[in-house]
């Protein structure tokens, strides 16, 4: 029988309205969604999930956040479990419920590290368990359709949202409110009512080693550029402790007065900076001089390629957790962007 192992995190998915803790944080939220539902709770009561009854279905709850509450230690946190199921022998496919603000970053740590043939696919919800028409259990049953549909094996990370499979590299939260909220990814498999169907198959680099405790505290700062941007923002990242920087350039990754001088200062004193783009799809491409992009290259960036400026600063961090000098960060970063 397939197996299917369900992690959940939290996120809308799990949210229900005016729950005890909703406004604890004192700032008179009183009606706010909070995540409180545990994955048991939202398979027993779902019945779309029990209409898998071919499935071997387990669960596990990792927490229970809403997914802007995360830090990086809890985004290793969920790929180093999603790793260890995939791993499993007896698993044949991962499913991980979360939110869907950074649900873009947790994924993309996963398909990062994710050298196994189990794919893990993220799924989620636009409207809480305790909405009427909750997008929840038709996203939760097709994110197991595609988990145990072996013609989607070795993937790395996907996402089921909406019905669009989607890789989670590339994914960007493009929409705040829509039932489908994510942009970006390469399109993989599209559902026909409940039918799915694979339309492509990603190309992947090579798998990083999860990444050690030290991702946690690896700060990467993400700043952008816009009209009149001060190239101090850059300089007090260095300053207060960042180890590396994702600068979001405008247009193709350009910036205005002193970056380049900026990127200069923190490339000589080690800490990297990436250069990726504000515009939301497109890669960065060095074209123009005069402190654009060809200059910021030459003052050191290195270029994020397609990636978002939040999945650069995943890699980025990843990278750095594990301290090597600045050409081994270029050759590495240049190698899996
Ligand atoms: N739709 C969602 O899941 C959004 C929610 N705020 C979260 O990221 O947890």
Known sequence: MTRVHIIGTGGTIASRSGQAGAGA??????????ASDTIGDLVASSPAAAAHEALQVTTEDVMTLGSYRLG?????????A???RAAETAVDGVVVTHGTDTLEETAFLVDLVNGTDTTVVFTGAQRAADQPDSDG???????????????????GALIAFDGRVQ??????????????PFDGGATV?????????????????????????????????????????SPDALRHAAQSGAAGAVLAGTGVGNAGPGHAD????????GIPVVLSTRVPSGPMVPIYGNGGGVDLIAAGAVSAGHLNPFQARILAAALLSGNPSTTEFTTL?????
């Open 137 to 155: 259990p038709r996203n939760l049953r097709q994110a197991l359709t595609v988990a145990a549909d072996p013609r989607f094996r070795g993937m």
């Open 72 to 80: 990086l230690p809890e985004i290793l946190e969920i790929t180093a």
């Open 333 to 337: 970063f240049s190698e899996l962007r």
């Open 167 to 180: 890789t989670a590299r590339g994914a960007r939260k493009a929409h705040t409110t829509a039932s489908q």
């Open 25 to 34: 944080e004192g700032m008179g939220h009183v009606d706010g969604s909070v």
């Open 262 to 269: 900026a990127v200069a200062d923190l490339v000589s004193s």
């Open 82 to 84: 999603a790793l260890t």
């Open 189 to 229: 498999g599209l559902f026909r009512n409940d039918e799915l169907d694979l339309v492509a198959r990603p190309a992947r680099p090579r798998a990083l080693a999860l990444p050690g405790p030290g991702f946690g505290t690896t700060r990467v700062d993400v700043i952008t550029a816009y009209p009149g941007s």
